[in-house]
């Protein structure tokens, strides 16, 4: 079991920056490949970034490449997305998740993933 909470979300103006934050508690999180995701209202789940197991190779959706960064620190549980020249349509819920295990990992698909923290929200204004 593990369980992962996010924090850093917040208000901010078109091209500002944040940092999210997951933290993981738990099995040992370096077992673990790690994604966000993020979500509107009425609309679907999509990937955002993922960090494979030792942080040596990242993945990106075409939306964020180039803007965000995903990185980990495994000695301190969290997983990290620094997040520049936001865009109003990166507002959303903002979630992240990681693997799950026995089965293999396809970065960009929920199912993926097996435990998922409770969301932060991260809200762009124009």
């Known amino acids: 079991q593990v369980q992962l909470v996010e924090s850093g979300g917040g208000l901010v103006q078109a091209g500002g920056s944040l940092r999210l934050s997951c933290a993981a508690s738990g099995r040992t999180f370096s077992t673990y490949a790690t994604g966000w995701f993020r979500q509107t209202p009425g609309k679907e789940r999509e990937f955002v970034a993922a960090?494979?197991?030792?942080?040596?190779?990242?993945y990106y959706s075409d939306s964020v490449k180039g803007r965000f960064t995903i990185s980990r620190d495994n000695a301190k549980n969290t997983v990290y997305l620094q997040m520049n020249s936001l865009k109003p349509e990166d507002t959303a819920v903002y979630y992240c998740?990681?693997?799950?295990?026995?089965?293999?990992?396809?970065?960009?698909?929920?199912?993926?993933?097996?435990?998922w923290g409770q969301g932060t929200q991260v809200t762009v204004s124009s």
């Open positions: 998740a990681v693997e799950r295990l026995g089965s293999a990992w396809y970065h960009a698909q929920l199912t993926s993933y097996e435990y």
């Open positions: 960090i494979n197991r030792s942080g040596g190779r990242t």
